[in-house]
């Protein structure tokens, strides 16, 4: 393959250990630039924990994580990487405003950005009100909000459509690639297999590993499967591991 | 570090409180009622004299000291330090902001103290006011990064407030304020010279009596400023970016 742009993401044999108990063990992948990819797994397979580690949040015990050319976590990076957690990490005794234009402060990110993220989000009408009065839906996208200050190149979202209606979720969707085609690089972790569909490209992950790193297309050719739920089946039945103890555990 | 990232916190966490203005109410009126009760149970005695100074050096430290604790640790477990660590903010900006942000709320806070105390309970203060307010202050400083990096030992609300009894009870006991720390026995009086709130109320009272100058004061001051700082350092190793 050509290769014109090198990977926005790129790591080598990421070992993470929690506790006593490993959760990567020497993961290996690279995202490519100005695409929406999508981290597949079922909860508990590493997701959090890949994604911690490229936005540098993450203790890890060895392997190398380059992100935009530099290692993971580095000063440079913490303005051009925009990080949504699973929990919304926002305030909840501030107004939707007042949270976006501290964040905004803290990235020294341009006062308009505000209203710009506010209408990207849909928020404009719940600008002024308190986040705990907010629904989980209108709380989880003042999170997303607070990630897309200052532009960044890079945005990493743990599962940002999780429990939104149907509409807003295909709405998010639409931003998403709005951003992509934008020029940024987007890596979005789901635990529901029917998202496959909307990304660019796909990770999927299980048990700390990648067991596929393809297009969707590719991905359902490669397996002979009719969709992603499937394709996961099929690619856990061939992984020498999981075939050797019969697939579970 | 930077000044606007700083002030953007200290702004920030202001913010918070002023949405909860039962927490304000609290946190200004509370103290004075307790003086104010202190100054009844010891009418017609010399004793409030004595102690109403360690008061006002008490409040400030306890309720920052808790407060500081509990919104700190708020934000560990809400997973808004680590949004926070993920951007350009310094650890020292969010150490400082919060100070600065309780330290405002602890002037306001003294001072509604300190008038009552003068004004209605009739404590003499000798010196001045504004020495007292200054000492009220450093206090205030101490108790907000102690609960800072006290947070950082804590895994919930529950265990955050029990830090209170094992790190101020003993300081407020040691203090001088129910016995004088010169005729407590030797071991424990050399115990409460290490102790920063023991130099706060020796502060306080030397400025009420006005029994030393002010050289003896900022002394005292800077005694308390070297723990806060200790505080602040070691609170600062516990806000690590990289967490497991």
Known sequence: MMDTTEPVIS??????????????????????RGQVVGLLGPSGCGKTTLMRSIVGVQDVAGGEVTVLGGPAGSSALRHKVGYVTQA????????????????????????????????????????????STLSGGQRS????????????????LDEPTVGLDPVLRVDLWTLFHE???????????????????????????REGEILADETPDGLLAATGARDAE????????RHPRHAADGGDS | MTVGRTFATAGRVLTQIRHDPRTIVLL?????????????????????????????????????????????????????LERLLSMPLGKADFILGYTLAFGLLAILQSAVAVSFAVWVCGLTIKGSIWLLLAVALADAVLGTTLGLFASAFARSEFQVV???????????LLGGIFLPRDQLPDVLHAISDWLPLSH??????????????AAYIGGELLIIAAFAVGAVVLGSITLQRRTP
């Open chain 1, 11 to 32: 790591i080598r044999d990421l070992r993470v250990r929690r506790g006593r108990t490993a959760v990567l063990h020497g993961l290996s992948l690279s995202v490519p």
């Open chain 1, 88 to 131: 919304e990490s926002v305030y909840d005794d501030l107004t939707v405003r007042q949270n976006l234009a501290y964040f905004a402060r803290v990235l020294g990110a341009p006062k308009s950005d505000v209203d710009r993220v506010l209408t990207q989000t849909d928020l404009g009408a719940n600008s002024g009100q308190l986040v």
């Open chain 1, 141 to 156: 996208r003042v999170s997303l909000a607070a990630a897309l200050l200052g532009t960044p190149e890079l945005l990493v």
């Open chain 1, 179 to 205: 951003l992509a085609r934008a020029g940024t690089s987007l890596l979005v972790s789901s635990h529901v297999m029917d998202e496959a569909t909307r990304c660019d490209r796909l990770l999927l992950m």
């Open chain 1, 230 to 237: 499937d394709a996961f089946l099929t690619l856990i039945a």
């Open chain 2, 28 to 80: 200004v009126v509370v103290p004075s009622l307790l003086i104010g009760l202190v100054a009844w149970i010891f009418t017609d005695t010399p004793i409030f004299d004595s102690i109403g100074p360690a008061l006002i050096a008490l409040f400030p430290f306890i309720v920052m000291f808790l407060i500081a604790s509990i919104t700190t640790l708020r934000e560990r477990r809400t997973g808004t």
């Open chain 2, 162 to 172: 029990q830090f209170m009894p094992a790190l101020v009870f003993p300081q407020v």
């Open chain 2, 200 to 213: 706060a109320i020796d502060a306080l009272r030397a400025v009420a009596t006005n029994s030393h100058d």
